[in-house]
């Protein structure tokens, strides 16, 4: 069984910085495309930033130049790394990813628990 698990939220004054990571454990054979998703109390999940298996990245316009996303394969993490926040960043951010489970390439989506972060002065 898989598990996905988020840490490093929090609460961060605007302008300030948090760097979330998301741990996969369990037995797998590989990791195919990461991400971090987000929701606003009153909204709906949206994607943030996310990377593929090949460690291409991409981000939200309203993210991009403050957050980073990358994978570190060997310890089976992602992170993300948020810079400059705003107030409008608040929320649970979740970690997703696709996960090949068997060697015939069959393919589990997991999130993970959820982490807060708020942003406020």
């Known amino acids: 069984q898989v598990q996905v698990a988020e840490s490093g939220g929090g609460w961060v004054k605007p302008g300030g910085s948090l760097r979330l990571s998301c741990v996969l454990s369990g037995s797998f054979f590989r990791v195919h495309d990461t991400a971090w998703y987000r929701q606003a109390p009153g909204k709906q999940r949206e994607l943030v930033a996310g990377?593929?298996?090949?460690?291409?990245?991409y981000y939200i316009d309203s993210v991009k130049g403050r957050f980073t996303i990358s994978r570190d394969a060997i310890k089976r993490a992602l992170y993300l790394q948020a810079d400059m926040l705003k107030p409008d960043d608040t929320a649970v951010y979740y970690c997703n990813a696709d996960i090949v489970i068997k060697e015939d390439g069959t393919t589990w989506n997991g999130w993970g628990q959820g982490i807060q972060v708020t942003v406020s002065a």
């Open positions: 990377i593929t298996d090949r460690g291409t990245p």
